[in-house]
DNA sequence: CAGGAAGTTTACGTAAACGTAAAGTAAATA
DNA sequence: TATTTACTTTACGTTTACGTAAACTTCCTG
């Protein structure tokens, strides 16, 4: 294998992906400040990847289900972890435990505020048409 | 009617509902500051009764969810609001439509990482299969 | 009646997640 | 060659959600 495997290296500048998610540069040195982007350089100029492209997706999917950055990254460590032996393994086990629990919480949590609001809709419906008949 | 209606009138104070709940006082008179509480009072002393009680169980919750006090403050405003006109009530139903939007993001988002745990897990699992046996 | 225990207000401190200049570099373009 | 454009670092400012401490009142108890 002489011939280097540059096939599908997709590359993105820091506007690129600042446009693509509708956020700030500022915020996306900020994510690599804590450690959660490792974008290589040509210079000075920060270069991003593919899978820094992916991992800012999920930064912004962990946002949005309000996990904090240090969370995200925990959540990173979990994707990359060594998993060589099986004290590390049965460690990442209980983290995974763990997080899934939160997130079945959660699950829980949307559901009952869904049914909340979904009542409140249908009362405003009901109102709705005695006030409009 | 002559009779005060003071049936089923159960009172907590600020330390009932702290341990109740697990967070400090000062959480407590912190939403009351940002208006998501308003207990009465008994000479200088907070006194709180079954509906800040669930109030305060929805701002726990709403947090759980990432939903920052002024949002979960929005939320208490469409359960309470006037819904004696029809303008009032089409708003109402807006906003509950954007709410259940973001909602259901969260749940797919929750179901994308859902997914992805378990997928680590089986990993893991059969790795360590591999490793004892 | 001294001294907790539980409540209060006031106020400064802090961590997280950026916003917002300021000041400089480097490459592309008029 | 001058300048616009995109990038960079450094650094102070801001909002949210409290933590923490000080100083005070009120009530109960040994």
Not at 38 to 63: E, F, H, S
Not at 77 to 94: G, H, N, V
Request: hydrophobic share 35%; charged share 30%.
């Amino acid at each position: 294998m002489t011939l280097t495997n540059k096939v599908s290296q997709i590359n993105y500048s820091i506007s690129d992906l600042s446009k693509e998610f509708d956020i700030t540069t500022r915020s996306i040195r900020f994510y690599e400040d804590k450690g959660l982007l490792a974008p290589t350089r040509k210079g000075q100029t920060r270069i991003y990847n593919q899978r820094d492209q992916v991992r800012l997706k999920l930064i912004l999917r962990g946002k949005r289900l309000g996990f904090s950055l240090a969370e995200t990254g925990r959540l990173f460590e979990l994707y990359d972890a060594d998993k060589s032996s099986a004290k590390q393994l049965t460690i990442m086990m209980e983290l995974i435990s763990e997080k899934k629990d939160d997130l079945k919480q959660k699950l829980e949590d949307i559901n009952a505020v869904l049914i909340e609001l979904n009542d409140i809709e249908n009362n405003c419906k009901s109102i709705l048409k005695t006030l409009t008949t």
